[in-house]
């Protein structure tokens, strides 16, 4: 389980926290060696990794819950886990939160969109009306064994009632005593400004950069400068494996050798050499 208890404490610092985006173990591990502070776990990136399909609602929570064990059984990042809606009602949400606790989570989100939910940054979505959410808030903060594992409470409100209505559900949501808000799909850098004026000096807000997306991308730099202090790039991770394995499977499609694209990747040594591999094998001969 990942040792996460300075991560409230870092919070509350004035530089941001940038949190990539992981999948697996494999990702995960990577990207603790490139030296992040906390990883965001996408439930986007699990349904296209996992799956091979869209985020729409596909993912369970058990399905979840058990990529993050994996997870934080092998780093020790700090881990921001996409609980989506909490796979149901409010009981459904404290069950979802006591699973995602128990496999390590440092922060879990939940989100107001009704169920099946869909990315936040697809047309169409849809809300539940705010006395539910804050039920659902409500419980999900009851259900956590410990006070270190935070509860960030994300609306998408924006893109279905308009940004008014968005802030003033953040408001109800912060009322509920959340640890950390997330609006999602800002559509400019105005909007961007005047959420911070109204909730940074209160609690921290998550900006989220979708390759793409609705939101203007911005460093994490520029970004705690409006006065976010959690900038998390979710699934540019998977872009980017997708990318490179389309490259991949491509030129060994072409070529019947990887030959060309060997530069371009790690050889049988430097692969486990990634993963700990002589490690590994000198912890059995110990024992």
Not at 31 to 39: D, S, V, Y
Not at 63 to 80: F, G, H, N, S, Y
């Amino acid at each position: 389980m990942a040792l996460t208890p300075n991560f409230p404490e870092r919070l509350q610092q004035a530089s941001p926290v940038l949190a990539p985006g992981i999948y697996d173990a494999l990702t995960a591990l990577i990207a603790e060696q490139a030296g992040f502070e906390a990883l965001y776990l996408s439930g986007a990136s699990i349904a296209y990794t996992r799956l091979g399909r869209s985020d729409i609602g596909l993912t369970t929570a058990t399905e979840v819950a058990d990529t993050l064990a994996r997870i934080t059984e092998r780093v020790q990042t700090p881990v921001i886990v996409d609980a989506d809606t909490g796979f149901g009602n409010a009981l459904n949400a404290m069950r979802t939160v006591r699973a995602f606790e128990r496999a390590g989570a440092a922060m879990v989100q939940l989100e107001d969109q009704t169920f099946p939910k869909r990315c936040g940054h697809l047309d169409g979505k849809g809300v539940i009306p705010v006395a539910e959410m804050c039920g659902k808030l409500r419980a999900s903060l009851d259900a956590r064994h410990s006070a270190k594992t935070l509860i960030l409470a994300r609306t998408d409100a924006l893109a279905v009632e308009g940004f008014e209505a968005a802030m003033d559900r953040a408001e109800a949501y912060l009322a509920c005593g959340v640890d950390a808000l997330f609006i999602e799909a800002l559509r400019t850098p105005e909007q961007m400004q005047q959420a911070c004026a109204r909730f940074a000096h209160r609690i921290p807000l998550l900006a989220n950069m979708v390759e793409g997306g609705k939101t203007p991308v911005q460093s994490s730099e520029a970004l705690g400068q409006v006065g976010f202090r959690i900038v998390i790039f979710p699934g540019g991770t998977a872009r980017a494996v997708a990318h490179s394995l389309q490259a991949y499977y491509a030129s060994l499609h072409a070529h019947k050798s990887t030959a060309p694209m060997q530069s371009q990747m790690l050889n049988f040594d430097q692969l486990n050499a990634l993963i700990g591999t002589p490690e590994l094998l000198a912890l059995g001969q110990s024992y």
